[in-house]
């Protein structure tokens, strides 16, 4: 058998493959080493974050041999071009891309945890549409984001947590400890849902308290109590129709217009104060005690710290709340309307000699 010599043009093919193999190494090697600084073309979070960017799974991978080859090579941008890699690929691993763009995302801003969601309120969206969308509850959405009321204008852009809780801005001198042991929440689950295991927590920073709950001193819809300055101590305001039950002294002006309880009535008060109570609906304070036996609570004539007083006497009543039993036997108490002001809420000493004048709710 005669050997027939390859042409020319039969060994450049032989040859091709390898050659194209080393044009796009040398290619993607340039495209790492572009100065991030001047270029307008490279393959980067710049581009990403000016406008939104189709990214399909190939460019991720272009990304990756550029950042092997940067590092092996040892170019002045690897580290530029590895940090990208790891935040699209981060990004591209989390579903931000889901729908084929790469949008202008927050993960790479160290001062809000990942446990963050950003979400800009849309037409006819409340707290509680936002709570049933995310599993969180009104509450959650609003001490998230300072929300007095459950409406929020559209436009508004809320920062959520991505499980039941609530997200806090960390303060100077906070830990996770104390951060924990404040907002009724785990060190340990704090530190896992915000990669805090480095880092720790830094003032200012964003995070995720875990099952955790404001204080109600924190919460945006408290209001501090305002006391007037005016002590009385004398006893005022006897009623016939409350008899030797009304004495009242040391009285004190805490809320010259209270508008928070829904209503300017002594009823109004103990239920803000006893939400358990309010919601029974029990009418009338003269009906307060009998109402409130039927439904299982402890009534009789020893007054506790968090118990409501009450009296039938005369055409409606009165109720009040107890703030404290003292060692004389007196008790302190707070109370709307009495002395006939409306939406007026007063603290007093009742004497130990009128104390048993009341039932107590428990």
């Known amino acids: 058998m005669i050997d027939k010599k390859p042409t020319k043009w039969e060994r450049f093919k032989q040859i091709l493959p390898y050659i194209l193999t080393a044009g796009f190494t ?14 307008g073309a490279s393959l980067s979070l710049d581009s990403f974050a000016k406008s939104d960017y189709d990214i399909s799974v190939d460019q991720l991978t272009e990304m990756y041999v550029v950042a092997d080859l940067s590092d092996a090579l040892n170019l002045a941008s690897a580290s530029d071009v590895a940090s990208n890699y790891v935040v699209t690929t981060s990004m591209y691993d989390a ?5 084929g763009k790469l949008e202008k995302p927050s993960i790479t801003n160290i001062d809000v ?9 849309q037409g006819g969206e409340s707290a509680e549409v936002l709570a049933a969308k995310y599993g969180l509850t009104a509450d959650q959405v609003r001490w998230s984001n300072g929300l007095k009321t459950n409406e929020i204008p559209v436009g508004t852009v809320l920062h959520l ?32 849902l915000n990669d805090l295991e480095e880092s720790g927590v830094r003032e200012g920073a964003m995070i995720v308290i875990k099952n955790g709950s404001l204080p109600e001193t924190e919460r945006p819809e408290y209001v501090a109590p305002r006391r007037a300055s005016t002590t009385y101590s004398t006893t005022t305001y006897r009623y016939s129709y409350l008899g030797s039950a009304s ?30 109570l309010g919601a029974l609906r029990l009418g009338n304070a003269r009906d307060w005690a009998r109402g409130a036996a039927a439904h299982g ?15 039938s006497s005369g055409w409606y009543g009165h109720v009040g709340y107890v703030e404290a039993v003292n060692a004389d036997g007196s008790i302190t108490v707070t109370e709307m ?20 004048n009341f039932n107590y709710i428990h």
């Open 26 to 39: 040398i290619g993607l090697v340039a495209v790492g080493s572009i100065n991030k600084g001047t270029s």
């Open 95 to 99: 579903g931000q891309t889901a729908t």
């Open 113 to 121: 945890s990942r446990g963050v969601i950003e979400h800009v309120v």
């Open 161 to 192: 947590p991505s499980v039941p809780g609530i997200v806090y801005t960390v303060k100077s001198g906070d830990t996770v400890e104390s951060i924990a042991a404040r907002y009724g929440s785990s060190a340990v689950e704090i530190t896992a």
């Open 247 to 276: 004495d009242r002294q040391n009285i004190q002006v805490i809320y010259p217009r209270f508008t928070g309880a829904g209503g300017g009535q002594c009823v109004n008060w103990a239920s803000y104060m006893r939400p358990d």
């Open 297 to 311: 609570y402890s009534v009789n004539r020893t007054p506790t710290a968090g118990s409501i007083f009450q009296t």
């Open 337 to 356: 309307n009495y002395g006939y002001v409306p939406y007026r809420v007063i603290r007093a000493i009742i004497p130990a000699g009128s104390v048993g």
